[in-house]
């Protein structure tokens, strides 16, 4: 018999032989059918919710709020022997379900006075913090492959680089300046940094060396580039976009509106670009065809608009607002796919959005929540922005998002008082396997991301042991040689926090 605790949730696997049982207390598990009960690894928390996968594998357990504590979830991806911490971004949470593939958790989020039903996709997700110490970073920009990142530290006047995925970052050698916008051409060859103080800088050797630029001294507030850096655009604060398309050499006033500009994204030929400005703290997202020769303002009401971002050819746009400040509303997230004629909202929560990224083919849309210190909201589609999964978030608030030109590497800035980290993600690689004589060869492409190889005999099991022979890397491969046996075995990667 299960001991006698103030239970207050239980769910059973599909065939009912494994049992998980939560209250004030331990979780407990039974494995069959009720007979005997042990105690999980996980925390002794006030225990409100809990949901298991019909194999039993999966279990997703939450608290409630109570106070300044905020609820907390915890998953089990191995029926119960090890817990990992969901950071998620609202006052309440709570598990509600598991899907049968164990493809995704579903958990409510919000706040007590309302809350909506998520869909968690990669639960395992793991954020790995940049190599460099904690600074104000406030933008950030990255090359079409990821690999290279430029980031400013806002209070300090810095701009950093990094040529290897965040590996490793250089501070560079540019005046200490208030910096505002950044960008980064395809290649990572180009970099471009424009400040409020009025310099607008360009680097062609990925951050080595930079130059002046022929732009006008300005209070530049952001910018944008062209894949290959001909076409430039820069907006002054509280006046005009400037445009050029030379590299920098020369610039032309466009017929923009005369605005406080906040953020702009462009297509890859520079040709289309949309431009969020207004009168502080109200703002209207603008559309350029023409590289800023005549501008509308998109088919969207006026609110705090934080971020836009557009497809390599400019047919989808994702746009996020944050909170409005003279009524304290939450803002929308709204996506176009089709040259910002029309828009959609899709059905996600109005919140604090900070940042927006989106894939060059457009399938890939991303958008980041500011969420609390416990967590920061993080929303996928894979559809254009049909469809919205919450995926785990750095447990931080988030300021802003990138993404590589494919959408396998992404980049959030948080924050946590004055400063905040770099947090980077990708997509786990496929692993090749071949056949040779008595030998298994096992290979993967080379990341900078931590991960183990591991083997199970028994699927059903749930059971993994890391393989201890090392593998040796060549030619940007991974690769590991096991002897074959008459045993069956399974491989996979699972990726190191």
């Known amino acids: 018999m299960a001991p006698s605790i103030n239970w207050s949730c239980i769910a059973a696997s599909a065939d009912g032989s494994q049992l998980v049982i939560a209250g004030l207390g331990k979780i407990h598990i039974s494995t069959d059918w009720g007979l005997t009960w042990n105690p999980a690894s996980a925390p002794t928390e006030n225990w409100t919710s809990i949901t298991i996968s019909p194999d039993g594998q999966w279990i ?166 062209s894949s290959d850096a001909t076409r430039i655009i820069a907006a002054d604060r509280n ?81 996020a607002a944050g909170t409005q400040m003279t009524t304290y509303k939450y803002g929308p997230l709204c996506v176009s796919t089709n040259y910002g004629v029309t828009w959609t909202a899709p059905d996600v929560m109005a919140t604090n959005w900070q940042g927006v990224a989106c894939s060059a083919d457009g399938t890939k849309l991303f958008a980041v929540a500011f969420g609390t210190w416990e967590g920061s909201l993080f929303m996928t589609s894979e559809d254009s922005g049909a469809t919205w999964n919450a995926a785990p978030g750095p447990s931080a608030y988030a ?33 090749r396997s071949a056949l040779d004589q008595d030998c298994l060869a096992l290979s993967w492409p080379s990341t900078l991301w931590p991960y183990a190889l591991e083997q199970s005999s028994d699927l059903s099991a749930g059971q993994w042991i890391s393989v201890q022979a090392p593998p040796t890397c060549s030619n940007g491969w991974f690769q590991i040689n096991l002897p074959t046996t008459n045993s069956k075995s399974f491989y996979r990667l699972r990726s190191l926090p």
């Open 60 to 225: 997703l357990a939450g608290t409630i709020p109570s106070g300044q504590d905020i609820g907390r979830v915890y998953f089990s991806m191995d029926a119960g022997r090890s817990w990992q911490r969901i950071a998620t971004p609202f006052t309440y949470s709570a598990p509600a379900a598991i899907s049968g593939d164990r493809s995704k958790l579903y958990i409510v989020l919000g706040f007590l006075s309302g809350s909506q039903l998520y869909s968690l996709e990669r639960p395992g997700l793991t954020w790995n913090p940049a190599a460099v110490s904690p600074r104000a970073w406030q933008k950030i920009a990255c090359s079409a492959d990821g690999t290279t990142m430029l980031v400013e530290d806002i209070v300090n006047g810095y701009l950093y680089t990094s040529t290897d995925s965040g590996a490793t970052w250089v501070s560079n050698a540019v005046p200490k300046l208030w910096w505002q916008g950044l960008a980064c051409s395809a290649d990572g060859r180009i970099l471009v940094a424009a400040s409020a103080d009025g310099p607008l800088l360009k680097s062609t050797n990925s951050g080595a060396t930079w130059d002046f630029t022929g732009a006008p001294s300005n209070n530049w507030s952001c910018i944008a580039i």
């Open 399 to 431: 300021k802003c998002v990138v993404a590589s030109a494919d959408g396998t590497r992404l980049a959030i800035l948080t924050t946590c008082g004055d400063y905040g980290d770099i947090h980077l993600w990708q997509s786990q690689p496929c692993m």
């Open 239 to 319: 006046a005009s976009i400037y445009a050029s398309t030379d590299s920098g050499l020369t610039w032309t006033q466009t017929s923009s509106p005369l605005l406080n500009w906040y953020a702009m994204a462009c297509s890859a030929d520079g040709a289309r670009v949309a431009a969020i400005g207004g009168p502080w703290p109200i703002s209207a997202i603008y559309l350029s065809q023409d590289f800023g020769t005549n501008w509308q303002p998109a088919p969207l009401p006026s609110t705090n608009w934080a971020s836009v971002a557009m497809s390599s050819d400019g047919r989808v746009l994702v746009a």
